[in-house]
């Protein structure tokens, strides 16, 4: 419910178990009320009153704290703010003589007007249907919405600067079953000359005092999202990715916490995600009175926006919550909200993420037909049902020196073309699927030695390779519409029903026709080109790979059906790396390999059943060499897999409880439960354990705790049965004192 008090001006965004407000304060600014969980006997129609927020004595006469719901460099310039304009010109009632202090770099606003809009129709009032809907920018256009579509409410907040010529449009769109609001923000030059945007981010968000305990994650290729917790300090603490791509060293996501007063299934946790892959920054503030707020959009390293006269921009979003319910609440309401908001649905409903078999591993760029056709045969026989042919298919790619650009079948790996073995995968009931690196050129390709400028360079500047690769100009007009035109006819040409999308560098000298707007412009142009493939092949799946996980965040999630986390398939590295993802993101969209007995990244041997158990937490996937496997280890990847497919359903669509977590035990437990609480998979992998240590019980959660649970594993044999209050009060016997490469799955199901 979005509610305004024309008398005190006060803004309640209310929601399922928390309230949003803020006003109009008497010279105009809008500014914060309050933010968090709503007394649990309240009514549904409660909102706040007031009063606002009081500066703090001495300093009432000064900005220092006052909480702009998106602050400016205009009064204040002591904090960070979340925008910065430049305007060229002065203003009518100034003379000339103020000349030299241009651009007015200084913009103030003020309460112009308000709207609520429905995702159908705008107006003062919802229903009087004027036909407009508010999105925010770089929002999906594939067709493909959520599967859950209900139509939500957007308040739209009209501000101006009294005395330049300019606008913004702050946005805040309502999912109240999840308590989650999307903001972003709308810009508009409304003057006759351009301006310049100097910094913008998509919201300012304000906490309460002392919410200064910050989790994110962190990490580079083959250890992405490393979990870590601190105190912020007093000043700026900021985590950012400067690429085109929403990287490996952090992660657009937080959670906020007063210190102590947090933990996984307890306390008040508040919670932000960005809908963008690009060049982005979040950074926290704590100021001296404790103020502890947060400016999340567009990183202001090497940024720059031209706003033509009549023009205007709008940022993607945040999706923002608050939960009660601690950590583990905060991430299943994330979950929850890009299961049914964010993840692209097919018209026909959301379809289980199939066990995947990638050939990679098994014959790297020694590629045949008759050695793929092998694999399909052993991959079938298991029961895999999406086959995918990864690097080294196309032009002269017979290694990673040469041929990326070059997206035409190579003869001389495939003769006759693919439809032989795309035919040979369907008729054995199998999806067929293909990796392609479409931002990428090698310099010895056919493409490159056609269009050398078409790449990010500086003029008269050495080119920097990596990986002997360059990156395509995206900001290029001709670029987006030739990988848009290479990709169209190689889904036109061949019944592909999966891509797996991989990008494997970052941008060095990033010189583009678009200037400093290619770190959105590059962005803009991957999204732009999956839409539209989406479009035109409705039943296309695609896989978000970007040297692991370097590209894994809301607004990609919103074009593909799943992301690929790590290159590193080593299991015991991977608790850490999936335990992290699945702290904003849902185990549907992730995807997890068995690989070697010997990890080709780590080296380390670890057993199959540790493979499978962790690997079986996500979208399942197998990358060994089916031709290394006796038919005995053929036979026990077939009964895992027969396994998964009991239970998947649960993985992909159940609520995720982090029963124990790798840094409280060295072991991580958790449980999948349905909604219902009818069905729940149960999961438990030691990394480390001392001798004489015996770890506390892992209880489940949202069970029946009336109803009797069978638990039984792979081989269909039931390991154990109690009530849900059994299993809810003492957890499951017999793991408490695991050593490390311990691990089980169990299926639960009620009776």
């Known amino acids: 419910m979005i509610h305004f008090d024309p008398t005190t001006k006060i803004f309640n965004l209310v929601l399922a178990t928390s309230t949003y407000a803020f006003y109009v304060d008497s010279e105009g600014r809008l500014l914060h009320l309050a933010w968090g969980a709503r007394p649990a006997d309240a009514a549904s129609t409660a909102v706040l009153h007031g009063p606002g927020f009081e500066s703090l004595p001495h300093f009432d006469q000064l900005p220092l704290t006052r909480r702009y719901e998106l602050s400016t460099l205009g009064d204040g310039a002591m904090q960070e703010v979340s925008l910065a304009v430049g305007f060229p010109a002065l203003s009518a009632d100034l003379t000339s003589d103020e000349a030299p202090h241009l651009p007015v770099r200084d913009v103030r606003l003020r309460y112009l007007s308000h709207e609520i809009v429905s995702d159908h129709k705008v107006g003062p009032d919802p229903s009087s249907g004027s036909g407009c809907s508010a999105q925010p920018g770089l929002a999906p256009t594939h067709g493909q919405p959520g599967c859950v579509t209900t139509p939500r409410e957007t308040l739209r907040v009209r501000l101006t600067d009294p005395t330049q010529p300019f606008e913004a449009t702050l946005c805040y769109r309502l999912t109240p079953e999840h308590d989650i609001i999307e903001r972003w923000c709308e810009v508009a030059n409304t003057g006759p000359e ?27 290729w083959a250890r992405e999202f490393m979990v870590a917790r601190e105190r912020l300090p007093m000043g700026v603490r900021t ?8 990287g490996h060293c952090a992660n657009p996501f937080f959670m906020l916490n007063r210190p102590g007063q947090a933990w996984e299934e307890t306390g008040e946790v508040y919670f932000g995600a960005l809908a963008y892959s690009g060049a982005w920054r979040i950074a926290f503030e704590q100021l001296f009175s404790l103020d502890v707020r947060a400016h999340a959009g567009y990183n202001p390293f090497d940024f720059s926006l031209t706003l033509a006269p009549g023009d205007s921009h709008t940022t993607p979003a945040i999706a923002i919550g608050v939960c009660p319910e601690g950590w583990g609440g905060a991430s299943r309401r994330l979950h929850a909200f890009a299961l049914e908001r964010v993840l692209p649905c097919p018209a026909d409903g959301p379809a289980l993420r199939p066990v995947l078999y990638n050939s990679w591993e098994a014959t790297y760029f020694n590629l045949s037909l008759e050695g793929q056709i092998a694999l399909t045969h052993k991959a079938a026989a298991m029961g895999v049902e999406l086959f995918c042919v990864d690097d080294g298919w196309f032009g002269g790619r017979r290694d ?61 500047r050495p080119r920097t390779e990596w990986r002997y690769q360059l990156m395509l100009d ?171 497919k009991r239970f998947r359903h649960v993985v992909q669509g159940g609520k995720l409880h982090r029963l124990q977590r790798l840094e409280e035990w060295g072991a991580s437990v958790i449980e999948y439960v349905t909604a219902d609480g009818r069905e729940a998979v149960y999961s438990v992998v030691v990394f480390d354990h001392q001798l004489g240590w015996v770890r506390p019980p892992a209880p489940l959660r949202g069970l029946n705790s009336d109803a009797t649970y069978t638990a039984t594993d792979r081989h269909g044999a039931e390991v154990y049965r109690a009530t849900g209050f059994d299993l809810m009060t003492v957890g499951i016997p017999g793991d408490a004192s695991g050593g490390p490469s311990y691990s089980r799955t169990l299926h639960l199901k009620q009776v």
């Open 400 to 460: 990673d020196h040469a041929g990326l650009g070059d997206w035409t079948v190579s003869p001389d790996v495939f003769p006759g073309g693919l439809k032989p073995l795309i035919d040979e995968v369907h008729r054995l009931g199998m999806q067929f699927g293909l990796w392609v690196e479409p931002e990428m050129v090698n310099p010895d390709s056919d493409l490159y030695r056609a269009h050398p400028n078409w790449i990010l360079h500086f003029p008269g």
């Open 194 to 220: 351009p301006l310049t945007i100097e910094a913008l981010a998509f919201a300012t968000l304000h906490f309460p005092n002392g919410a200064n305990e910050l989790t994110s994650v962190s990490g580079w």
């Open 474 to 644: 995206f900001g290029r007009r001709e670029v987006v519409e030739h990988v848009y035109s290479v990709l169209e006819n190689l889904l036109k040409d061949h019944a592909i029903d999966f891509i797996k999308w991989d990008m494997n560098r970052y941008a060095t000298e990033p010189g583009s026709v678009a200037g400093q707007a290619i770190w959105r412009a590059h962005t803009a142009g991957v999204y732009e080109i999956m839409d539209r493939l989406r479009e035109a092949f409705p039943r296309l799946q695609i896989e978000s790979c970007a040297s692991g996980g370097g590209r894994v965040d809301l607004g990609i999630l919103a074009r593909t059906d799943q992301v690929w986390t790590s290159d590193n398939t080593d299991a015991l590295d991977r608790i850490r790396i999936q335990e992290g993802y699945s702290l904003a993101y849902p185990a549907r969209a992730m995807e997890a390999w068995v690989t070697h007995r010997h990890n080709h990244q780590t080296g380390r041997i670890l057993p199959l059943s540790l493979r499978f158990d962790v690997a079986m937490r996500g979208g399942l996937g197998i990358g060994a060499n089916l031709n290394e496997l006796e038919d005995a280890e053929l036979a026990e990847y077939a009964s895992y897999i027969a396994f998964y």
């Open 239 to 246: 985590i950012e990715q400067r690429a085109v791509q929403t």
